[in-house]
T-cell receptor
Framework: EAGVTQSPTHLIKTRGQQATLRCSPI?????VYWYQQALGLGLQFLLW???????NRGNFPPRFSGRQFPNYSSELNVNALELEDSALYLC?????????????FGPGTRLTVT | EDQVTQSPEALRLQEGESSSLNCSYT??????LFWYRQDPGKGPEFLFT???AGEEKEKERLKATLTKKESFLHITAPKPEDSATYLC????????????FGQGTTLQVKP
């Protein structure tokens, strides 16, 4: 069974630009979560999408946004990039129908802002 | 405020030397406590879910236990390939979808 996939693996952007990160959940999973893991910091919750709707967002500015498509894949957009946005962005998926509350993570996208 | 604290921050063991990692948590109603393993530059790999005090789960050399205030990850006779950062996370009873993570324990097992 294929796991959560993310693209691209690495992304280098300049301050002020926009970044788009993509995630495909495990087949059958309807919920997608986004987390930020900055160097030296723990995983911080960004966004939760379920059945195409944004269900919750963490304590991040509005320039962090996203969406979930009908096939349950998801996109995270970061506008007006700042140097401190450099981090590993992790996507996770889950399905209450298939498992417990556990979230399964993808390999991440390393975003570097210069 | 929901919070997770892991200790120690770093742990160095000799191959075969058993030890335990601690995860203390405060949460308003525990929906689940999760253990993950993370290798450098990679996404966390799911290990265990614990739902209620007294519950235990095992996988190879790892055993996770849960009390009302903390969880332990016991590593029996570790091997160098067990070297990684171990993350603990909790989800509260209000269904926010959010996992609250600790800072992790970085384990190094020397041959």
């Amino acid at each position: 069974e294929a796991g959560v996939t993310q693209s691209p693996t690495h992304l280098i952007k300049t301050r002020g630009q926009q970044a788009t990160l993509r995630c495909s959940p495990i087949s059958g999973h309807t919920s997608v979560y986004w987390y930020q893991q900055a160097l030296g910091l723990g995983l911080q919750f960004l966004l939760w999408y379920d059945e195409g709707e944004e269900r919750n967002r963490g304590n991040f500015p509005p320039r962090f946004s996203g969406r979930q498509f009908p096939n349950y894949s998801s996109e995270l957009n970061v506008n007006a990039l700042e140097l401190e946005d450099s981090a590993l962005y992790l996507c996770a998926s889950s399905s209450m129908a298939m498992s417990g509350y556990e979230q399964y993570f993808g390999p991440g996208t390393r975003l570097t802002v210069t | 405020e929901d919070q997770v604290t892991q200790s120690p921050e770093a742990l160095r063991l000799q191959e075969g030397e058993s030890s335990s990692l601690n995860c203390s948590y405060t949460v308003s109603g525990l929906r689940g406590l999760f253990w993950y393993r993370q290798d450098p530059g990679k996404g966390p790999e799911f290990l265990f879910t614990l739902y209620s005090a007294g519950e235990e789960k095992e996988k190879e050399r790892l055993k996770a236990t849960l009390t009302k205030k903390e969880s332990f990850l016991h590593i029996t006779a570790p091997k160098p390939e067990d070297s990684a950062t171990y993350l603990c996370a909790v989800q509260g009873s209000s269904n926010t979808g959010k996992l609250i993570f600790g800072q992790g324990t970085t384990l190094q097992v020397k041959p």
